[in-house]
């Protein structure tokens, strides 16, 4: 059969085919990449442009509306304030509210009855308030900045002390909410007015998010009303007050040259003191009764209305903002990215409004501030690359240039953020074009590799009909038209085959077999030296197999009769082997024996272990007892001295006792000595008085002297008593001591008998694990000693299977003496067939046969052994 | 009751009637007359005549030494009584007492006689003595009084062999009685001595 496989691996036989079919396949592969690369790259190409242009043209586009609504708002919101102060600034209650408030500021003082020393005390309060409130205030929103007080304070009229005094320092409510207050508790008529207006006034205030709304005196320039009651209320605004250079009082001095109420003047933001530094715009018209100007009125603008604005971000995505610029390039709202900005101390807040820190000059600005509108790429001020839409914002209209107010308001978003959609659009477009790659590859290899299986197929078939081998067919691997064309192609092999046989030849070989058949017959009679005559016919390949089977027979018969020679040999070299293994295993028999013997000794030697360590055993458990035993004698020591300490106490008190009995008849010695002593003083007196008497007191002389004599003697017997009892105390108190010694002997006694209990009970403890000791080696050995007797056992059985075992050697070598005379039968019953002296012809055949004898003959040894 | 059975009985007794036993017969022991005593004299019985009225005489103690005074001139012999001290007198001269409602001059006689005072004694007494003529009674503090004791005046040796200073002339003269110097005192010449005299008049 072909091989179709072995085809495919290019062998250089099938070159010719090789090259078309390999072209096949790549031309396939190249085409379907085309196909579907060049339509795919077209299409890629226009969409990303395309998709590119809009985006831009999009952001654009909405930057610019953005800007312009953002623009409107903020001039809207500036006119609509304008418009306000002008109407207010022509309210009949406003022009009324200035010209009571004109009145009453000046008569404030007499009303209240005031002095100039209680103004001094109030203006020393004020002072305080101005220290401790206002600067705690101010220096917590301005980083711990702290105005000067003094420059605040000195300046102020007597009115204005009263008045600040009343309405801000003496106003109950917390900074920031002064307003609330209607009426200060005074008996000024100002008060009374204060109480009509101030309402009115601060529903005003609070309807338009203003901060404040002042009134101002237009002849004096006092701030004769201010809506929120900040330091700026009642000072003067002329040269000498203390807010004259603030925004405020050159919004005063703008106000004084207006022509009419509808001439607002408008001051841009910038901090203002008294509302601590925070940005404010003053806008400020002039207020006429009739024809006559007497005052001014003052909105401050807080800047967060125009911040609300500008920090609504409404379609500006992640990195988009707007940005109000002022003519002094300084910002007029907060920056979205105020925390990724460098900090420096003068950043207020966290506030970017006014900040100095952050001057926005760009071209942009500058160009947006000369009044020009456009939208480009630039670099904002933060560095970024953004695409920025710029615009001039007039915030306030005036004829005089001057005064005209103009931001640069800017509407940027990162230029990254604007790409972000294209550059998503481009990751996309080239994995989707990875994919396609892999996907048309795969399978434009799959499609070729199926159709040239079956051409490889036809073409194996073909190159092996083309080497002569007439039985090669095609495998019909598909049904489409090339495996019709494989069908057909083995169809007509088929039919060319059957045609090539012809009759002619078979009288000829008819011929051949007849002789072959004769030669045959002489082989057959076991006559293996002729051989069969090798002719051109047909009979000739049979002859030569003849010869063929010849030669193996002669091979066969050799090589058996040297198998049977080496037979013989090795049966012999067995029968030596055996013996020699019959005269080792009856040695071993002999060693297995006195082993055996010596582990019976052993068993026996262990069971006398066993027997001597149940004595130590018996006599651990008397050590016990004795131990036990001293225990209690010990015991009963501890008592009996326990005993001899009570009584050897009991006798101490007793002789203590006797002590003081001995003492008190001391006692009564003494008192009979002083008896004694007196009788002998009497006696003596008696001598004296008889010795007067003469010769009638001679008896009672001598019975005076007697008397005398008697009490000597008892006087000397009291002494010697006296001194027996000394005797006696001092011995008492010898025996007490000794007695203190006995017991403090007797205590150490009983320490030393309480140790050497504690001693024989450790010993017990200690002979008690001694004797579990005992009893586990006990254990153990009585265990060996069974051990021992099973190794016995095992021993005498090993002894019987190697008799055994030499028995059956024995027996292996009359078996193999059987083989031997086997082997000999054998080679006289090969002897029948003859053979050739010389070698047959073929040298090579017969060291074939020599080769397989020894492997043989090696390997029956092998076995035997 | 014989010795033995007496023993037994005392051993039967309790250790404080034992004491009291024994010291009875430590009295009785003290009282009776022994083979020693030379004036062989027994209790309660006078022996009258045996020596002179005159010639009795006070024995008394002055630090170790002993002296007497004639019986004649003693009035009485008492404890230390309480004495009143004098300002401005000698220091021999202790003080006044009341005798039985008499004011008596005590006279601390060591002193007046320059003898060394003897370690305080328990048995200081006073004796009260008076000279023959005059009647003038004083208090004498001494050391110890040994009792009253004959003496003979052909036992009166001289005192020549004293030195002839003031302690020498109150001395009548001096007596051995049991290997001891008993010096006897005149009393007229000691109540009669410039000192005490000069005392007398300023008194």
């Not at chain 1, 330091?231 to 919004?251: E, I």
């Not at chain 1, 490889?456 to 019709?484: C, K, P, W, Y």
């Amino acid at each position: 059969m072909s091989q179709p496989s072995g085809a495919w691996d290019g062998q250089d036989q099938s070159g010719l085919f090789r090259n078309i079919r390999t072209s096949i396949r790549r031309k396939l592969l190249l085409g379907m990449l085309a196909v579907a690369f060049v339509p795919m790259l077209a299409m890629a190409a226009t969409v990303y442009w395309n998709v590119e242009r809009v985006v831009f043209n999009k952001t654009t586009d909405q930057l610019a509306a953005i800007r312009s609504v953002k623009a409107s708002q903020i001039e809207q919101l500036f006119q609509a304030l304008e418009a306000e102060v002008a109407s207010l600034a022509e309210s009949q209650t406003v022009v009324s509210a200035v010209s009571e408030f004109q009145r009453s500021f000046r008569t404030a003082i007499d009303e209240n009855d005031l002095k100039s020393q209680e103004l001094q005390s109030l203006r020393g309060e004020l002072h305080t308030f101005y220290a401790t409130e206002f600067t705690e205030e101010y220096s917590r929103i301005n980083n711990g900045r702290a105005p000067n007080v003094d420059l605040l304070v000195d300046p102020l009229s007597d009115e204005a002390v009263l008045m600040q005094y009343h309405y801000v320092r003496n106003n109950p409510n917390p900074i920031g909410k002064k307003a609330l207050l209607d009426r200060a508790a005074d008996q000024s008529s100002y008060s009374d007015q204060h109480e009509k207006y101030h309402p009115l006034l601060r529903g005003f205030m609070d309807r338009f998010r203003l901060s404040n709304i002042l009134l101002i005196d237009a002849e004096t320039g006092d701030v004769i009303y201010s809506c929120s009651k900040e330091l700026d209320f009642a000072t003067s605004l002329k040269n000498n007050g203390p807010h004259a250079k603030s925004g405020l009082g050159f919004a005063y001095k703008q106000a004084l040259l207006a022509e009419n109420s509808d001439d607002v003047s408008v001051l841009d933001f910038k901090p203002h003191q008294t509302s601590y530094e925070q940005p404010a715009m003053f806008l400020s018209a002039p207020v006429f009764d009739t024809s006559k100007r007497i005052g001014v009125i003052v909105f401050q603008v807080p800047i967060n209305q125009v911040a609300a604005i500008l920090e609504d971000r409404t379609g500006l995505g992640e990195t988009g903002e707007t940005l109000a610029v002022g003519s002094d390039h300084l910002l007029r709202n907060n920056s979205r990215f105020f925390k990724e900005l460098p900090k420096s101390d003068t950043l207020q807040q966290g506030s970017t409004i006014l900040n100095s820190d952050l001057r926005v000059e760009s071209t942009v600005t500058d160009s947006a501030l000369a009044g020009d509108t456009g939208i480009n790429a630039a670099t904002d001020y933060r560095g970024t690359m953004t695409l920025t839409a710029w615009q001039p914002v007039t915030v306030h209209k005036s004829e005089d240039k001057k005064s005209e107010i103009t931001w640069a308001l800017l509407t940027k978003i990162d230029q990254a953020e604007v790409r972000d959609p294209v550059t998503r659009l481009f990751f996309a477009m080239l994995a989707i074009a990875a994919l396609a790659t892999i996907v048309v590859l795969v399978s434009s290899y799959a499609m070729a590799s199926n159709l040239t299986r079956q051409t490889d197929s036809i073409s194996g078939m073909l190159n092996q009909i083309g080497m002569g081998d007439f039985e090669a067919r095609a495998e019909v691997l598909s049904e489409d038209e090339l495996g019709t064309v494989a069908m057909s192609l083995n169809a007509m092999c088929d039919n060319t085959l059957s045609l090539i046989q012809t009759r002619e030849e078979r009288d000829r070989i008819q011929l051949a077999v007849q002789k072959l058949k004769e030669e045959v017959a002489i082989i057959a009679s076991g006559d293996l030296t002729q051989e069969a005559e090798v002719t051109e016919d047909v009979t000739g390949g049979i002859a030569e197999s003849i010869n063929h089977m010849i030669f193996q027979l002669r091979t066969i018969i050799t090589n058996l009769h040297e198998t049977v020679n080496q037979v013989t040999i090795s049966a012999g070299e067995i029968q030596k082997t055996t013996d020699h293994l019959s005269a080792g295993s009856e040695q071993q028999s002999r060693q297995i024996t006195e082993t055996s013997a010596a582990i019976e000794e052993m068993a026996s030697s262990i069971q006398q272990v066993s027997q001597n360590t149940q004595k130590s055993a018996t006599v651990a458990n008397k050590a016990r007892e004795n131990a036990e035993q001293g225990t209690r004698a010990v015991q009963n020591t501890m008592d009996g001295m326990d005993r001899i300490r009570d009584q050897v106490q009991e006798n101490a008190k007793r002789i203590k006792r006797l002590g003081e009995s001995s003492q008190e008849v001391g006692e009564i010695v003494q008192l009979i000595g002083d008896i004694a002593d007196r009788t002998s003083i009497l006696a003596l007196n008696a001598s004296i008085q008889a010795a007067m008497a003469g010769d009638a007191g001679k008896g009672f002389a001598v019975v005076a002297e007697e008397v005398e004599l008697l009490a000597e003697r008892a006087n000397h017997a009291t002494k010697q008593i006296e001194s027996l009892i000394k005797a006696i105390q001092r011995e008492t108190s010898e025996a007490i001591t000794a007695m203190e010694v006995c017991t403090q002997e007797v205590v150490s006694g009983s320490k030393l008998a309480s140790e050497a209990g504690y001693t024989l009970g450790e010993i017990d403890s200690v002979s008690k694990e001694l004797a579990e000791l005992i009893e586990s080696i006990t254990e153990m050995t009585r265990q060996q000693a069974q051990t021992a007797e099973v190794l016995a056992e095992s021993m005498n059985e090993i002894s019987s299977v190697t008799r055994e075992t030499a028995l059956g050697t024995k027996h292996a070598a009359l078996s193999i003496d059987n083989l031997a005379e086997l082997s000999d039968a054998l080679q006289s019953s090969v002897a029948a067939f003859r053979l050739p002296r010389s070698k047959p012809r073929s040298s090579l055949v017969f060291d074939h046969s020599s080769e397989h004898t020894g492997p043989v003959g090696s390997l029956i040894l092998k076995a035997l052994k | 009751m014989n010795g033995t059975e007496r023993d037994h009985a005392i051993d039967s007794l309790p250790s404080a009637a034992k004491f009291a036993v024994n010291l009875a017969e430590l009295i009785a022991q003290s009282t009776k007359p022994t083979a020693g005593d030379t004036r062989g004299s027994a209790v309660g019985v006078p022996q009258p005549g045996t020596v002179n009225n005159r010639n009795k005489h006070v024995v008394f103690v002055l630090n170790a030494t002993h002296y007497a005074v004639p019986l004649a001139n003693v009035l009485e012999i008492q404890r230390v009584p309480q004495i009143t001290a004098l300002p401005h007198v000698p220091d021999w001269l202790r003080g006044v007492t009341n005798m039985r409602g008499d004011v008596l001059s005590v006279v601390d006689l060591r002193m007046l006689l320059k003898i060394e005072l003897a370690e305080c004694s328990q048995d200081e007494r006073m004796v009260v003595v008076k000279s023959t003529k005059e009647e003038l009674a004083i208090g004498w503090i001494v050391d110890r009084v040994v009792g009253i004791r004959g003496i003979e005046p052909s036992e009166l040796k001289s005192t020549s062999l004293l030195p002839a200073d003031s302690m020498a002339s109150f001395i009548a003269g001096i007596i051995q009685r049991d290997d001891r110097l008993i010096a006897v005192l005149d009393v007229n010449r000691v109540l009669s001595s410039p000192e005490l005299r000069q005392f007398e008049l300023a008194s």
